[in-house]
Structure formats: structure tokens, C-alpha cells
């Protein structure tokens, strides 16, 4: 049973920092790309930042510069380092992974990340 579980949302002022956690469970966690993304009330889901096995990166130009995504493959654990959080940043925040041969994605529960003073 593949169990991906979020952790690290929270309240946090505009301006200030957060660091969420994936942890992967029933998957061959090294070979799977890992991403974040995120769902805002009304709006759709939107990749927020991805890691490829190899270790590449990629993320959404409304975050460059402000967030980190990285993994530690002996922990089974994805990160997502938000600095310079802004309020439009606020959403559900969703773990991702995703293998290419065969296909196959799985997703979290979401855990939430509200921006505001």
C-alpha cells in the first residue's frame, strides 16, 4: 500500500518560512520523481516544484527564488523549503510521485499553508 503523508503546514505572518515533509511509504522511493503541488479555494491544482530521481529540479516562476525542493533518499522523505512566503501562496499543499515505466502516480492527503498577519 503506497502512503504518501505531508506534514509541516501551518500559519505563518507574510515574510516568513515554512518547511513541509513527504513521507514515502510502499514505493521504491529513489526511482520516483517527487513533486509539490498546490490548490487554492477556486483555483486549480498547479505544480509548485519537482525533483526527478536523478536529483533535477524545476519549479513554478511564481516561487523561483523563494522555494526549495529537495529529497533524502534514505529517509524516503521529500522537502519543500518556502521562504519569503507571500499570502498568495496560501493553498493546500499536495505530495506527489510519479514513476514513468509503467506509469504510475500517487498522491497525498494535502496538508494546508495559510499566509496572512
Known amino acids: 500500500q503506497v502512503q504518501l503523508v505531508e506534514s509541516g503546514g501551518g500559519l505563518v505572518p507574510p515574510g516568513g518560512s515554512l518547511r513541509l515533509s513527504c513521507a514515502a511509504s510502499?514505493?521504491?522511493?529513489?526511482?520516483?520523481?517527487m513533486g509539490w503541488y498546490r490548490q487554492a479555494p477556486g483555483k486549480q491544482r498547479e505544480l509548485v516544484a519537482r525533483?526527478?530521481?536523478?536529483?533535477?529540479?524545476n519549479y513554478a516562476d511564481s516561487v523561483k527564488g523563494r522555494f526549495t525542493i529537495s529529497r533524502d533518499n534514505a529517509k524516503n522523505t521529500v522537502y519543500l523549503q518556502m521562504d519569503s512566503l507571500k499570502p498568495e501562496d496560501t493553498a493546500v499543499y499536495y505530495c506527489?510521485?510519479?514513476?514513468?515505466?509503467?506509469?504510475?502516480?500517487?498522491w497525498g492527503q494535502g496538508t494546508q499553508v495559510t499566509v496572512s498577519s
Open positions: 506527489n510521485a510519479e514513476f514513468l515505466g509503467p506509469f504510475s502516480r500517487y
Open positions: 510502499g514505493i521504491i522511493f529513489s526511482r520516483y520523481s
Open positions: 525533483i526527478t530521481s536523478g536529483g533535477s529540479t
